[in-house]
């Protein structure tokens, strides 16, 4: 008896123990994975199998004077916007202009079919019949009282008659001008002419719709682009270096390569709450080739002189409105070449450009940035 109670008691030993280890190994079956960690990889980073078929040159250093970067868009002269209106209400008939037309001064833009013409003329016909009857009553009246048969006061009040008919006459002949209705060809048409020469930048009105005479938005707003303006963003920091009167250089992304001058006309007098900017007005004439909307750089010209680095300007690489040069990675790792921002300054003699920020004299560059950004998209 006692051997089967001691084999009895190892049996449910034995069982246990297989129980424990099945239970582990389902708790490691129903564990998470471990968390493992990707490195992307360094887009600024470019590796290449030879080399040396880059060459690499020194900025070297070179003395100009201070200058601020920033930037701005186009914006049409305000003094130089000039809005389009109907003074008459009524709808509109015909459009001969549209939005970014080029038009010139008293050209048609659109014809309204307005009642208030219509009874501008009716009042100007009233009048002319009224000055009519009222000349002809004085006339009667001055050889009647030439002879005695009235009184000075009834030719004094055919006389009041007769300067009041006219004066009503020139104010209706007056209310059809404005309006813009010719006095010897009456019309319920009133033509809509350009009041100066430019293009056409904003249009609220199509055709068949109402207009409101002043109480609606302007139907056309014409834009003289002959000359323009510039609104650049200036930190409260950097105001110093921005003077009234003097010349800043404007470059645009359409047209790379091409710097136009223009003058500092203002200041703002407030700074943005938000960014701490300050508006700075740029007046230029327009060469054709601005137009309203466009993104801008704006250089600042200081008059201290300070140590700036230069390169070739093969070594810039325009890209996605940024100036970008490459610079060996570093680390023993000569197949390797890290891109870096730059901003760029000025051309230089003998094909040579300013840096003005993001590089120092002496560092080494990729000669041909150009050459190299193409391989690496291969």
């Known amino acids: 008896m006692d051997s089967v109670k001691l084999l009895a008691s190892l ?32 887009v600024n980073i470019v590796r290449v199998d030879h080399p040396e078929q880059f060459p690499l040159t020194a900025a070297v250093e070179h003395a100009g004077a201070s200058s601020l970067v920033v930037t701005g868009t186009v914006v049409p002269d305000i003094s130089r916007t000039v809005p389009a209106i109907s003074l008459a209400s009524g709808r509109v008939v015909e459009i001969r202009a549209r939005l970014g037309d080029t038009v010139q001064k008293g050209q048609l833009l659109m014809r309204v079919q307005s009642a208030d ?24 009246a001055k050889e009647l009282y030439q002879h005695g048969a009235i009184a000075l006061n009834d030719l004094q009040v055919a006389q009041d008659a007769a300067q009041k008919g006219k004066v009503d006459v020139e104010t209706a002949a007056e209310h059809l001008r404005v309006l813009g209705s010719p006095l010897d060809h009456p019309s319920g048409i009133v033509d809509v002419k350009a009041p100066i020469s430019g293009v056409i930048t904003d249009q609220q009105v199509t055709n068949a719709s109402g207009v409101q005479s002043l109480s609606s938005a302007n139907p056309f707003t014409i834009s003289d682009l002959s000359n323009i303006w510039i609104l650049c963003d200036v930190y ?39 960014i701490r900017t300050a508006k700075v007005r740029i007046e230029l004439a327009n060469p054709g080739l601005m137009r309203p909307g466009m993104f801008v750089t704006a250089t600042f010209h200081g008059s201290k002189t300070e140590k700036l680095a230069a390169v070739p300007a093969s070594a810039i690489l325009h890209l996605h409105d940024r100036d970008w040069v490459y610079v060996p990675a570093g680390s023993g790792d000569r197949d390797a070449f890290r891109r870096v921002e730059v901003k760029a300054g000025g051309m230089l003699p003998n094909k040579m450009q ?3 920020s993001g590089l120092t004299p002496g560092q080494q560059v990729v000669t041909n940035a150009l050459e190299l950004q193409n391989t690496a998209e291969q």
């Open 117 to 140: 013409i219509s009874q501008a003329y009716s009042d100007y016909r009233k009048a002319q019949a009224d000055s009519t009857l009222a000349d002809t009553q004085y006339e009667r």
């Open 354 to 356: 300013d840096i003005l």
């Open 236 to 274: 409260e920091n950097d105001l110093a270096n921005v003077r009234l009167g003097e010349t800043a250089d404007i470059t645009v992304s359409a047209y790379p390569g091409r710097i136009f001058t223009g003058r500092i006309s203002n200041i703002g007098a407030i700074l943005d709450p938000n």
């Open 11 to 42: 049996a449910l030993t034995l069982l246990m123990l297989g129980c424990g280890r099945n239970s582990e190994k389902n708790a490691a079956a129903e564990a998470p994975p471990p968390t493992q960690v990707v490195h992307e990889q360094d």
